[in-house]
């Protein structure tokens, strides 16, 4: 009913940006919370930074200060910008979305993009 594209994930050299988006499409009423999570090689997925639909943010403490998260309403995307890269945060990056869906009732659901490569190496 609903997908998730994430676009601009790729490699970087360690101090270096990188742009990530998100587009929701689909039988979408509302979006409520937005996310964007990363998975590390052998590790578990954690969170890296949330928004919800009225503009408020919440980050891990690795994002603080460098990875801002913003959304467009309208276009039913939320982005992630990374700056000053470091090694460690290398991941797959996934998108994450709480959505309320076009049915009768309404209901909600959690979807997940299908992630994006990011890696950090010089």
């Known amino acids: 009913q609903v997908q998730l594209v994430e676009s601009g994930g790729g490699w970087v050299q360690p101090g270096g940006s990188l742009r990530l988006s998100c587009a929701a499409a689909g039988s979408i009423f509302s979006i409520n919370t937005m996310a964007w999570y990363r998975q590390a090689p052998g590790k578990q997925r954690e969170l890296v930074a949330d928004?919800?639909?009225?503009?408020?943010?919440n980050y891990a403490d690795s994002a603080k200060g460098r990875f801002p998260i913003s959304r467009d309403n309208a276009k039913n995307t939320v982005y992630l910008q990374m700056n000053s890269l470091k090694p460690e945060d290398t991941a797959v990056y996934y998108c994450n979305a709480v959505v309320v869906v076009v049915t009768i009732p309404l209901r909600t659901y959690d979807y997940w993009g299908q992630g994006t490569q990011v890696t950090v190496s010089s």
């Open positions: 928004i919800t639909s009225g503009g408020r943010t």
